[in-house]
């Protein structure tokens, strides 16, 4: 039989500020995060000592530093307490909450439109979306998931591919009525919209084709969600993904230049669902299996 392990003795206020001290870097940093008195954390680190016989800092100054095999202790201990959190965490957390965080773009023209057919089905499910463009720990953060633009390298998380990220360069045709694009070198007589978040990718497509945008003095860079509005309402040469330029260039209401270019079939970044293991809850496969279906048409 499996001896059972003695917690009772487990200073876990002074393991605590132990901990909060190396992670903040001082006393007093750590005395705010753990919302008590300097002289509270102090306290606890003496108390520490003690019962473990062991010195763990040394002065310098006016500073405490911590030893480094003492630094090594609280490595193992942070680790140990954030995992504690999580399973506490997810332990009181609402089954039926889903915090997801997700591209602008793709919230916009993507999401929103097919979102009220998820509702309508899942009304048990407490949908908490986030927009921008972070990257967030997905681990140990509030976000259950995340659809994110890139190569579907994000270390520590499981990545599903959504949509390809293939692009391409639209217009309203009011912006070509006064000049004839057959090269890319045209596009210099044109203003051009640019989303403020993509401005190496669209940078490499200038270079590629051989035009130097740098020269180029109508450029106006915008948020992810406002650039294909500003290219629908003719402000301007857009660079946008397919997925969402799709619907327009159908209507006539965007026109794509360059259809034959194959520069946006090699591209790398697409659309993928993320999520972490931990995460991988009910609520959240109700709705990666919902995203399958759309997808799947």
């Known amino acids: 039989m499996k001896k059972p392990v003695d917690i009772a003795w487990l200073p876990l206020n002074s393991l605590r500020a132990f901990v909060a001290v190396h992670e903040t870097g001082s006393v007093g940093a750590a005395a705010v995060a753990l919302n008590v008195t300097h ?8 108390g520490l000592e003690e019962r473990l016989q062991r010195k763990l800092f040394t002065r310098s100054g006016n500073r405490l530093v911590m030893l480094p095999e003492a630094a090594d202790l609280a490595d193992s201990l942070l680790g140990n307490f954030r995992a504690i959190a999580s399973d506490i965490d997810r332990f009181r957390r609402d089954d039926n909450i ?12 993507w999401l929103m439109p097919r979102l009220g057919g998820f509702l309508q089905r899942h009304p048990e499910i407490d949908l908490r979306i986030n927009t921008d463009a972070t990257v967030h720990d997905l681990e140990q953060g509030d976000f259950d998931a995340a659809v994110r633009h890139g190569d579907g390298n994000w270390p520590g998380v499981n990545c599903e591919r959504l949509l390809e990220g293939r692009d391409v360069v639209v217009a309203a045709p009011s912006v070509l009525e006064s000049v004839s694009v057959q090269a890319p070198q045209d596009l210099t007589k044109l203003p051009w919209i640019l989303d403020e978040d993509r401005d190496t990718e669209m940078s490499n497509w200038f270079a590629d084709h051989g035009v130097a945008h740098q020269g180029h003095t109508r450029i106006t860079r915008l948020p992810s969600a406002l650039t294909l509005v500003a290219a629908l309402d003719g402000h301007g040469v857009a660079w946008l993904p397919l997925v969402y330029a799709a619907p327009y260039l159908t209507n006539g209401r965007l026109v794509q230049l360059f259809g034959g270019d194959d520069w946006p079939a090699r591209s790398t970044r697409h659309y993928y669902l993320c999520w972490a293991d931990s995460k991988n809850r009910p609520a959240f496969r109700t709705f990666r299996q919902w995203i399958r279906r759309q997808l799947a048409g």
């Open 39 to 46: 002289g509270a954390v102090s306290q606890h680190l003496r």
């Open 98 to 109: 889903l915090n997801i965080t997700v591209t602008p773009h793709f919230a916009q023209h």
